[in-house]
């Protein structure tokens, strides 16, 4: 079965710092797709950013960056010099490419940048 | 603005009614998907649906069901409501059903009193 686990629950960093926010994940399928979605406090899911399982490259995209690790199983992101409005919830999840499409969602990260 | 809309915001009901939650997905999108997120279960998949037919069923109540129609909107009928039942659902559309990035709708609240 599919499985996400994000271990940090709440994370709390100053304007400008940078923070990195975990994902693990676990899959028995060798072809797989991963996301990371922000919740704002207004509620709706935005997505950020997805990789495919066969391609480990890691990109940067503004302030964003993401760092996908295969032997580890972790699908890591980073917000480089934080700002108040990414203060959200993050969450990761996992598709894989069978019939069911559905995604698993880990429980999420609350981000809270203070000013 | 994903593109995928939802109706209504908010919703307050009694234990026991049934209620009716709308999706209108993407404009070329086929598949329809919906999740609840609730404080004890976070964001759990309820049901899939492609081109009006459904897909895949994961944790979804006996007392809920959905369909898709021929315009490709869904809609999502929970019935028999419970205190339980409340949360927010979401729905989230995809152009196809195998590779495509889900894009969500701004949910609907539910609160059952």
């Known amino acids: 079965a599919q499985k996400v686990t994000q271990a940090q629950t709440e994370i709390s960093v100053v304007e400008k710092e940078d923070v990195t926010l975990d994902c693990v994940y676990e899959?028995?399928?060798?072809?797989?797709?991963l996301f990371w979605y922000k919740q704002p406090p207004s509620g709706e899911l935005v997505f950020l950013i997805r990789?495919?399982?066969?391609?480990?490259q890691n990109e940067i995209s503004g302030r964003y960056s993401w760092n996908f690790q295969k032997s580890t199983s972790s699908f890591n992101f980073t917000i480089t010099a934080s700002q108040v409005v990414d203060s959200a919830v993050y969450f990761c999840?996992?598709?894989?490419?069978?019939?069911?499409?559905?995604?698993?969602f880990g429980k999420g990260i609350t981000l809270s940048v203070r000013p | 603005d994903s593109g995928v809309t939802q109706t209504p915001k908010h919703l307050i009901t009694a234990t026991g009614q049934r209620v009716t939650l709308r999706c209108s997905p993407r404009?070329?999108?086929?598949?329809v998907y919906w999740y609840q997120q609730s404080l004890d279960q976070g964001l759990q998949f309820l049901i899939q649906y492609y081109n009006g037919e459904e897909r895949a069923k994961g944790n979804i109540l006996e007392r809920f069901s959905a369909q898709q129609f021929p315009d490709l909107h869904s809609e999502l009928n929970l019935s028999s409501l419970e205190l339980g039942d409340s949360a927010l659902y979401f729905c989230a559309s995809s152009a196809t059903v195998f590779t495509d990035t889900q894009y969500f709708g701004p949910g609907t609240r539910l609160t059952v009193l």
């Open positions: 404009s070329g999108d086929l598949s």
């Open positions: 990789r495919n399982s066969f391609d480990e």
């Open positions: 999840a996992l598709r894989d490419t069978g019939a069911n499409s559905k995604l698993t």
């Open positions: 899959t028995r399928d060798t072809t797989y797709y």
